[in-house]
C-alpha cells in the first residue's frame, strides 16, 4: 500500500480472520495517539458528490449525485470499508492486515495513515472530532467506539461495545450501530449511552442521521432468510419504520445528505428519498462496495 505524507504506525501482531460478504473481522493491534492539539473543524460540507469504499478491489471512488462521473481516487488499500467526509478532507478505514485510519484531500491526494486500531469499521466525522467503530476481536474488550482529532492525534476510547460496525453524527449525538444487537444513542463523548433499538436476530450494519430522522441498514444474513431492510425512526428510536427493501445479506454501507439515501447493496449504489421511496440503481459493477458518505 503506498501512501503520500506522514505515517503513524503501532507495532501489530495482528490475526485475521474472513467473514460473510468480503469482510475481514477479528484482529489484535495497538491504538496509536498522541500528537499535536486538534485542528479547527471545517464547515458542514455541502453535498456535491459520493464517496465510498471498494472492498474487494481496495479502492477508493467519487461521483456526482447521480451517480455520474465515477472516478477512482485512492487504490492499494487493504479490504477498505468505512468512509466519511468533511467541508475539506475524506476518511476511510482499512481492515485486514493494516487496520488503518486514512485521511485524504477531497480528490484522494496526500492520503496518509493518522491512526491505527484493531478492526476499524465505519467512521465519522462531527463536531470536530473524528470517530470510528473498532470491531476488535468481535465482542472482546476490544470492541470499542473511538474519539480522535481530525488529524488522527489524541484518540481515545469513549465507549466499550459488542460488534460495533456504523457510526453516525448527528443532531448534537452520536449513533452507532452493534451488529447481531442493538442501536445506540450517546452524547458525543459517548456518556449517556443508551439502546434505542433492539430485536431478535438483529444485525445492523449502517447508520444514518439526516432531516431530523435516524436511519439504520440491517441485513438478513443472520435470520438464514428475508429481506434486508432501511428502516427510519425518530432521533431517539421511536416511530421505526420499514421505508426500503433490498434482497438477502448484501446491505453494507448507508449514508444521508443533499436530501436523499444512499446505500450500497450486493455490486451497486442506490438512491432513494428520504422516505425510502424512488429507490434507484445509480451505479453498478462495484465489486462489493463497502461504506458510502455524501460530501462536497
Not at 6 to 23: E, K, Q, S
Not at 124 to 134: I, K, N, S, T
Not at 241 to 250: M, P
Amino acid at each position: 500500500m503506498i501512501f503520500s505524507g506522514a505515517r503513524r504506525f503501532c507495532g501489530l501482531v495482528v490475526r485475521v480472520r474472513v467473514v460473510r460478504l468480503g469482510l475481514v473481522v477479528g484482529a489484535v493491534a495497538l491504538a496509536c495517539g498522541g500528537g499535536a492539539g486538534a485542528r479547527p473543524a471545517p464547515s458542514a460540507p455541502a453535498a456535491a458528490h459520493l464517496y465510498w469504499t471498494i472492498i474487494l478491489g481496495g479502492k477508493v471512488r467519487k461521483a456526482s449525485l447521480d451517480g455520474t462521473g465515477v472516478a477512482t481516487i485512492a487504490t492499494g488499500q487493504t479490504y477498505p470499508t468505512g468512509v466519511a467526509v468533511d467541508g475539506t478532507n475524506l476518511y476511510w478505514t482499512n481492515l485486514g492486515a493494516s487496520n488503518t485510519i486514512v485521511e485524504s484531500n477531497l480528490d484522494g491526494t496526500n492520503a496518509m495513515t493518522i491512526a491505527t486500531g484493531n478492526t476499524p469499521y465505519g467512521v465519522a466525522v462531527g463536531g470536530g472530532h473524528l470517530y470510528w467503530a473498532d470491531y476488535g476481536n468481535g465482542g472482546n474488550p476490544k470492541d470499542k467506539i473511538v474519539e480522535a482529532n481530525l488529524d488522527g492525534t489524541n484518540a481515545k476510547t469513549i465507549a466499550i461495545t459488542p460488534f460495533p460496525v456504523a457510526v453516525a453524527v448527528g443532531g448534537g449525538h452520536l449513533y452507532w450501530a452493534d451488529t447481531g444487537t442493538k442501536i445506540v444513542e450517546a452524547s458525543l463523548n459517548g456518556a449517556n449511552a443508551r439502546t434505542i433499538a433492539k430485536g431478535k436476530k438483529f444485525f445492523p450494519v449502517g447508520v444514518a442521521v439526516a432531516g431530523g430522522h435516524l436511519y439504520w441498514a440491517t441485513s438478513a444474513y443472520g435470520h438464514g432468510a428475508g429481506n434486508d431492510t432501511i428502516v427510519e425512526a425518530n432521533l431517539n428510536g421511536t416511530g421505526a419504520k420499514t421505508i426500503a427493501t433490498e434482497g438477502y445479506g448484501q446491505l453494507r454501507g448507508l449514508a444521508a445528505g443533499g436530501g436523499h439515501l444512499y446505500w450500497t447493496f450486493a455490486d451497486t449504489i442506490v438512491e432513494a428519498n428520504l422516505d425510502g421511496t424512488g429507490a434507484t440503481t445509480i451505479v453498478t459493477k462495484q465489486n462489493r462496495p463497502g461504506g458510502v458518505a455524501v460530501g462536497p
